[in-house]
């Protein structure tokens, strides 16, 4: 089942295959954390003396998101198998990874990956009755939120030039047709940068993904090859590269690593040190707010 599945209706959330809030036994009295800014982590230098600072860095920290419940109303006889199910999607494991945690609000769904790191079930005077409180709280150390299904566009290298003037010239001129492919556009409809993971397919040598906006490049050695049946998937966010599963950052020779601005588009090339009809560029993103 894919996360955000169970979601029909705002004010619902989906964890480990489970919905929570709206139309489900835990009940949302309130959500803080989602809406939020996180904290901002920044490094503004003090003035030696003289007052303020000077303008450094500042970025957003991990996300903190906090859902408090409410369960009543519950039969009696299944109080007991509702609690017992809380409990089990919010254990965590020896070594917790984080996992999608969907939420809809104001008619739009939405996920961050996350783990949870909390969770309160009061037991007080009517817990006996088949009526609690409490809270699950869960951290996300990548504080934007993303949609919930990943963009593609793929392309490969431009076509090298089949025809163009013939000599001796004869009016009217017929130039060449141009270079199809080698060329991709992506969208980021979301309030925050988003980070593409881009995909090579071989067979292809000396890679490289040029924006064509700002200039920024990555350039892989022009003897570097990729060979056919083989995936190079460079992750632009976590700033790795792996061909099958196997580190090649050494082959990287220029890192300059680029988003998707938010809320427009961004203008990708593809080229390489020679060219191959298969060799194969795959853009995967999602949008992102925060």
């Not at 945690?101 to 005077?125: F, K, P």
């Not at 004869?170 to 130039?175: H, N």
């Not at 067979?203 to 995936?231: K, W």
Request: hydrophobic share 40%.
């Amino acid at each position: 089942m894919a996360a955000g599945e169970l979601i029909t209706a705002d004010g619902q959330l989906e964890w480990r295959g489970t919905l929570l809030g709206t139309d489900s036994p835990y009940r949302m009295t309130n959500l803080q954390g989602w809406l939020d800014l996180p904290d901002a982590r920044g490094d503004d230098p003090d003035r030696p003396n003289r007052h303020g600072s000077f303008q450094g860095s500042q970025v957003m920290g991990k996300r903190t998101i906090t859902l408090t419940y409410l369960i009543k109303g519950v039969p009696i006889e299944e109080f007991g198998a509702v609690i017992t199910k809380l409990r089990s999607i919010t254990a965590p494991t020896e070594q917790p990874v984080e996992e999608p945690l969907v939420i809809r609000l104001d008619g739009e769904t939405w996920q961050v990956n996350a783990r949870c790191t909390r969770r309160t079930i009061s037991v007080e005077r009517f817990y006996a009755i088949g009526y609690t409180t409490g809270a699950v709280q869960w951290q996300a150390t990548d504080p934007r939120i993303y949609s919930l299904v990943d963009q593609t566009a793929a392309t490969g290298l431009p076509s090298p030039p089949t025809d163009g003037l013939e000599f001796p010239l004869v009016f009217p001129l017929k130039f060449g047709t141009g270079r199809p492919g080698g060329r991709l556009t992506l969208v980021n409809s979301g309030g925050a940068a988003s980070w593409p993971v881009w995909e090579i397919r071989g067979p292809v040598s000396g890679p490289i993904i040029a924006n064509r906006d700002t200039g920024q490049r990555l350039v892989f050695d022009p003897a570097f090859t990729v060979g056919a049946g083989q995936t190079l998937v460079i992750d632009t966010d976590a700033r790795t590269v792996l061909l099958n599963g196997v580190n090649r950052s050494d082959r990287l020779f220029t890192r300059e690593w680029f988003p998707i601005p938010a809320g427009t588009s961004v203008q990708v090339d593809f080229a390489a040190a020679s060219y191959h009809p298969s060799a194969l560029l795959t853009a995967r993103w999602r949008h992102a707010t925060i």
